[in-house]
């Protein structure tokens, strides 16, 4: 079974600042996708970036990029220039991919994030 | 023009009860899904439905039943509501061409059994 795990319950940064959310993952499967999420107070549910175990290069998306390791199980989020409005709980989520791929969703505990002025 | 809209938004309810929750996209989509967020914020899938036909039933009580009258839609019926049964229903879509790994959220269902 895949599990996902944060250990950082909680973080917080100064605005303009950059900051590292850390994820690692278990599973034995070679094909997957990784995703961070963003969850603000509102609620929603907001995706941020996806990464394809498949590809190497780094996933990127303007302030946001991620340092994935396969061998080492580890997806980590990088907020750039962190900004008020990236206040929310972010999530690190693991998902099979190719023809095991039923859109099933696994989820890490969150990480609170919060951006100080 | 929501694109995936459920309702309602806030649901307060005694034990007991039943009560459903309704789910609707309108982005042509062919696979819905059911998660739910506990008081700890852990998200966790609940079933998914393609095509009206259920794919993921994760270990859920049988008082929670999904119904797929359309690809259009997915509701989830909760007989005998718990206190437990607390939370935030979230239910999210996704299409068969651009892949199941790109989920479009709804905006959630807080339900609260007192």
């Known amino acids: 079974a895949q599990t996902v795990t944060q250990s950082q319950p909680e973080m917080s940064v100064q605005e303009a600042e950059t900051v590292t959310l850390s994820c690692t993952y278990d599973?034995?499967?070679?094909?997957?996708?990784l995703f961070w999420y963003k969850q603000p107070p509102s609620r929603q549910m907001i995706l941020v970036i996806r990464?394809?175990?498949?590809?190497?290069q780094n996933a990127t998306e303007n302030r946001f990029s991620v340092n994935f390791q396969k061998a080492a199980k580890s997806f980590s989020l990088k907020i750039s220039d962190s900004q008020l409005g990236d206040t929310a709980m972010y999530f690190c989520?693991?998902?099979?991919?190719?023809?095991?791929?039923?859109?099933?969703?696994?989820f890490g505990q969150g990480t609170t994030l919060q951006v100080k002025p | 023009d929501t694109a995936v809209s459920q309702t309602p938004k806030y649901l307060v309810t005694q034990m007991g009860n039943d009560k459903s929750i309704k789910c609707e996209q309108n982005?042509?989509?062919?696979?819905m899904y059911w998660y739910k967020q506990d008081s700890k914020k852990f998200l966790k899938i609940m079933f998914s439905?393609?095509?009206?036909?259920?794919?993921i039933n994760e270990t859920v009580p049988n008082r929670f039943s999904p119904k797929s009258p359309d690809k259009a839609h997915l509701n989830l019926h909760i007989n005998s509501l718990e206190l437990g049964d607390s939370a935030v229903y979230f239910c999210?879509?996704?299409?068969?061409?651009?892949?199941?790994?790109?989920?479009?959220f709804g905006p959630g269902t807080r339900l609260l059994v007192l």
């Open positions: 999210a879509s996704s299409h068969p061409t651009s892949g199941r790994e790109t989920q479009y």
């Open positions: 599973t034995s499967e070679n094909n997957y996708y």
């Open positions: 990464q394809e175990a498949y590809k190497q």
């Open positions: 989520a693991f998902m099979r991919a190719g023809s095991g791929n039923t859109g099933k969703l696994i």
């Open positions: 982005l042509g989509h062919d696979t």
């Open positions: 439905y393609n095509n009206k036909e259920l794919i």
